[in-house]
């Protein structure tokens, strides 16, 4: 089993998980038909669910002994600063291609229609160094995938990746080469539907 | 009008690192074999023009009922924030990038030196704490790096101003001009309200297009922006001419 939901690990009738799920919102049809964008922008307006948000995972990886926290780009570089702030870690941004200068690795993920690239800086991670992976949410799981590749790649250990949203019903489906899933909250569902 | 000073001392002292300065020892990216890679420069070392900073000196903020001569005075007012130069020297010049010419300020080594990183945001928390500032407008995408930060120490919210169709819902735009062409950034609607005080963070401004268009989108809907923030600033590009009566506050000023 592979993910974990904060509500069902140590954080049970947490009502700061209540507060970052309500300050969360839908936008229907975003980018496309049938897709329910979970917009995590107005989380980010709610100061306090926002720090609740924060706190949560800083609490988690603060003794875990964690070097490295790699956001993924964008909105993972709207949460892992903070918590790399606060755990005493690096923070290291995995971005689109050509984006960072200078030397780079990149790793090719699928998307549903096409492929896409994750680089990230050589030199920017040592070998034996303990990493977690911080994005806004996890669908498949593929561009989770492609990270963990890439700090695999130079020697560090992946030891979790951290999300604020995902969806329960992906498990056994869910590309994260093995690594263990921590997620705040499920994907809400538009009031009314 | 006048624009409200930054730095109140009527002499600002700057101080010049010579041009022929190595690059400097402090680490960049560490090998596996315990060396250092030192920051990548070609034939002219990067060299730092490192602007005055006022560690307590805050003057205020361009509310309606400050006056100039209100401003305090300090005795240490002339002196550099000691955080400066760990901050400046963990930043990474690229040559060439990204096209020739281009001397590119690379600031993930900074995030990688945890205590330069703290101490860069620390610095601007200690600037803005406590000025009522409700709203951090971070510029896509190395503005959501240390605007957050920035915004959860103050208690204000976190906006990202963002490339065109990257956010879902209602936005507003605001066109802008590039070298070569145009660009647009856009905004929630309804992200910020009318008469909130807010702030603009970005990396870096060079000549700032990009600052400019934020604040435009941040005017259009009744903001006070009292101040645009950047780590560093290429004062040959003239941002700061640019922003008009804008405050700019920057940590670090490259040339």
Known sequence: MVEMFAAENGLKGDPRLQAISNAIRVVPHFPKQGIMFQDITTLLLDHKAFKHTVDIFVDRYKDMDISVVAGVEARGFMFGPSIALAIGAKFVPLRKPKKLPGEVIAEAYELEYGRDCLEMHVGAVEAGERAIVIDDLVATGGTLSAAIRLLERVGAQVVECGCVIGLREVKGQLRLNGKPLYILVEPREIDGC | ?255
Request: glycine content about 8%.
């Open chain 2, 1 to 255: 009008m006048q624009r409200a000073l930054i730095f109140s001392s009527s002499n600002p002292i700057y101080s010049q690192l010579s041009t022929t300065i190595a690059p400097p020892d402090s680490a960049v990216f560490p090998k596996r074999d315990g060396g250092w890679i030192g920051p990548f420069s070609s034939n002219q070392p990067p060299v730092f023009r490192l602007r005055n900073y006022k560690r307590t000196l805050l003057p205020p903020l361009c509310s309606a009922s400050d006056s100039v001569a209100n401003q305090p005075t300090m005795a240490s007012q002339d002196e550099q924030d000691p955080r400066i130069s760990k901050i400046s020297s963990a930043i990474r010049v690229i040559p060439n990038f990204p096209k020739p010419g281009i001397m590119f300020q690379d600031i993930t080594t900074l995030l990688l030196d945890t205590k330069a990183f703290r101490d860069t945001i620390d610095l601007f928390v200690e600037r803005y704490r406590g000025k009522d500032i409700s709203v951090v407008a971070g510029i896509e995408a190395r503005g959501f790096i240390f605007g957050p930060p920035i915004a959860l120490a103050i208690g204000a919210k976190f906006v990202p101003m963002r490339k065109p169709n990257k956010l879902p819902g209602e936005v507003i735009s605001e066109e802008y001009s590039l070298e070569y062409g145009t660009d647009k950034m856009e905004m929630h609607v309804g992200a910020v309200q009318a008469g909130e005080r807010a702030l603009v963070i970005d990396d870096l401004i060079a000549t700032g297009g990009t600052l400019c268009a934020a604040i435009r989108l941040l005017e259009r809907v009744g903001v006070h922006v009292v101040e645009c923030a950047c780590v560093i600033e290429l004062p040959e590009l003239k941002g700061r001419d640019r922003l008009g009566d804008k405050p700019l506050f920057v940590l670090v000023s490259s040339t």
